[in-house]
């Protein structure tokens, strides 16, 4: 599954970018070029799905496919994917069900809501069972805190809150595969039930220990999805004190900043001189403004007549490379203009 | 005040003390200096926790080992006790700074011997009232004992600077000699000594020797077939876990069986050591990393695959066998030249000749250029290969000879030649007493006489007879052995009735 996933990024990619690109868009590196490149070519969805990657296991991964002659470099080291490649591709196409992949939108809170669920699991299933003192799998101390605070308003009726959480976790793995299902559960640690470790689960399985982590985050976003369409009550907790970051924009902080000056009317050179800044970083901002927010008004930075003009020469040529379409146009507009063009082509696309 | 026996329940729920405890206890709270041996899994923690939780100030506790503080950090707040601490070289800057700056907030403070070095930590330790100051390890003060640790040696100053709280230094392997060198190496501490014997009355010794590695899998494999017991067998190579796990888990498709060494990440350790704990894993290979901190009384076979480098550790890694006191076995297995991987691993313990020779031309060509030269000692240790515990090494000397000055400087100094035969000769006397350590290890495999009284007596002059069966060269048989056999798990493979009985492990009805 996690060889599928870097070839549908490396084919997105349309050979414009290196490998490295690749990786801050599957680690979920939350610098301006990584969301940048993933909103401009349609890689948002799988955004951090791996942030536990370390790079050396990426490189012995991507050596890997290099050598089977399934992806290769061209002369500017820019990654795409072979003849060979590309039939791994249509032959598996829909057995991972990758589209179920949430990355940009629950890049912030998958792994809290994973820490959160699993040490209440644990520590409910034993508490109730009269056993205190059991060693947490989850060592991180925000998370323990959490599960504390929620326990002392639960603590008199553990019973029956369980029975509620087994019963809305029942009812979404029924809406899965068997196999998914099987892997969550397997995960998961309880009185004198101590959940598989990875190695274990890709042993188990017979595949490896990159396709379980991807195997597993599928199905935490498959429930986070769930659980955002159903509310139930006993699963919502563990996210409705963080919803704000489910709904926080896919943006920098930076231009996170930007967009609350802009909000409020300042121009360019406003906010440059507010936020001291040099234009072309404001710019960048903006750009990351138009992806994420599909209602904002461009036409005080382009008007629609250039926005045509652009727009045509990018549908003619299915290129993103920049200097390509700038020089299509005769270098009549400059890169801010054709990047605003580019973020909404996106988004009429989708 | 209640008595002991009261606080002893109300922290940790425990009825009793084990061997030891109470007496040591005692003479601490009376303000009395003690050294104790108790042996592995006798419960040395309870010795200062316990105290910790009944004592006006502060309590230090010295290890050398971060993974056993980081342990007792984690099993003390599992208890609900929160006023406790580490300081050690994994903390960030960050953290060290804000737990430094708040280390009069804890009761108890577990310390590196290095942090002990720190001027920033000493001062606020001056500061504060300490009540009791431990000094776990306590073997790796004597440069007789298998861990030595120069930095331990250092420890006489910080007692003194801290103006003589009560000491309490513990180990689990002394023999009298290194007894007797921590004693004379903390001259101003007049110690009551409580030493409890180390041997095990109830573990059988079986060596078995064969001609060839290969044959080593197929006695694992005809051992697992007549016992299913709780069962560790450890190895000194990270593949060999893997390779051995592997082979074991083909060979039977009843058994539960999992590696475990130090390139696992913590999440996946955490999990193995816990499905061990709860019995869901029959079978256990691992390097010497597993062990530390795992309380299960049950084990029943420990394996020796590969040697340790020593006696010490040999008795430590056996001694996790039958803590509930039934009958329990160790099998050592040795084929030819088994000898080789020890020895290697000795010598990669200690900086190579060759590379300190090149360093010191370094330290000599810069000393002649400037009075003070600033350094990267990190940059060392990529340069000419040293290992953490190398550059220790190395960093200790050159600033007893007033050579390296503040981790940074290297100060032109006329006795940088003398440091230089100095630490060859240090490194070859270590090197030697290694060797002989792993010889002590080496003779007792190939004793003829009981293995029982060879193993232990280095440490103790009497020896208890076995409860049950002694060792080969005493007439065990090991295929005579008859221990109570776990039962197969069944491995249910249906999610439904897993997910059930994770989240409602209760009666529902009731």
Known sequence: ?350 | MENLENSLERYFSYKTFRTGQKEIISDIMAGQHVLATLPTGAGKSICYQLPALLVKGGVIVVTPLLSLMEDQVKQMKQRGYSHITSLNTFNTEQERLTIIRNLHKYKLIFLSPEMLQNQNVLKKLMLIDISLFVIDEAHCISQWGHEFRPDYLKLNNVIVDLKYPTILALTATATPDVQKDVISQLASVKFKKHIYPMDRDNIALYVKQVDHHHEKDRFIIAVLERYNVPTMIYFSSKKETERVASIINQRFDQLNVAYYHGDLDTSDRLLIQQQFMENQLDVICCTSAFGMGINKSDIRLIIHYHLPTQLESFIQEVGRAGRDQLESVSITLISPNDHQIPQRLIESELPSLESVEMLWSEIELLSQSKLTVKVDTNEWAQRYNFSEVHLRFIKNFLEAYGILKYNKYIVSHSSIHEAKIAIINKIKERSRYKKHKLNELLNWLATSGCRRQRLYAKFQSHISPAKYQCCDRCGFDLFQWQPKQSGYRQRINDYLSQLKSVMIPFNEDE
């Open chain 1, 1 to 350: 599954m996690f060889t599928f996933i870097i070839l549908f990024c490396v084919e997105r990619l349309k050979s414009q970018r290196s490998m490295a690109s690749v990786y801050h868009i599957l680690q979920g590196k939350r610098a301006a070029q990584t969301i940048q490149d993933a909103n401009l070519y349609q890689l948002t969805d799988v955004f951090s799905i791996y942030s536990k990657l370390r790079r050396s296991q990426f490189d012995q991964v991507m050596n890997q496919l290099l050598q089977s002659g399934w992806i290769a470099l061209d002369l500017d080291k820019h990654v795409y994917v072979t003849e060979e490649g590309k039939k791994y591709l249509t032959d598996h196409q829909g057995c991972f069900q990758i589209q179920y992949f949430n990355g940009a939108t629950y890049a912030k809170i998958f792994e809290l809501f994973v820490k959160r669920f699993s040490l209440t699991i644990q520590t409910y299933s034993n508490v109730v069972m009269h056993r205190r003192t059991f060693v947490p799998i989850i060592e991180d101390d925000a998370t323990q805190q959490w599960v504390k605070r929620h326990y002392q308003i639960d603590q008199n009726d553990l019973k029956a809150y369980l029975v509620d959480l087994h019963e809305s976790t029942k009812a979404f793995l029924q809406t899965i595969d068997r196999r998914s299902a099987q892997l969550f559960v397997d995960r998961l640690t309880g009185y004198q039930q101590v959940g598989l470790s990875v190695q274990q689960l890709a042993k188990k399985n017979n595949v490896s220990e990159h396709d379980i982590q991807m195997m597993l985050t599928l199905t935490y976003h498959r429930f986070l999805q769930y659980i955002e369409d159903r509310r139930p009550q006993s699963l919502l907790r563990f996210i409705d004190d963080e919803l704000s970051l489910v709904n926080q924009h896919f943006m920098t902080n930076s231009a996170e900043k930007t967009y609350q000056l802009i909000r409020t009317g300042l121009t360019i050179d406003d906010v440059m001189a507010v936020r001291k800044l040099k234009r072309s970083t404001i710019e960048d901002h903006i750009v990351e403004l138009a992806y994420a927010l599909p209602n904002l008004n461009i036409e005080t930075y382009i008007s629609e007549v250039d926005f045509n003009k652009i727009a045509e020469v990018v549908r003619m040529n299915d290129n993103r490379k920049l200097s390509l379409i700038k020089s299509h146009l005769n270098d009549e507009f400059n890169y801010f203009q054709i990047r605003l063009v580019l973020a909404r082509y996106q988004i009429k696309l989708n």
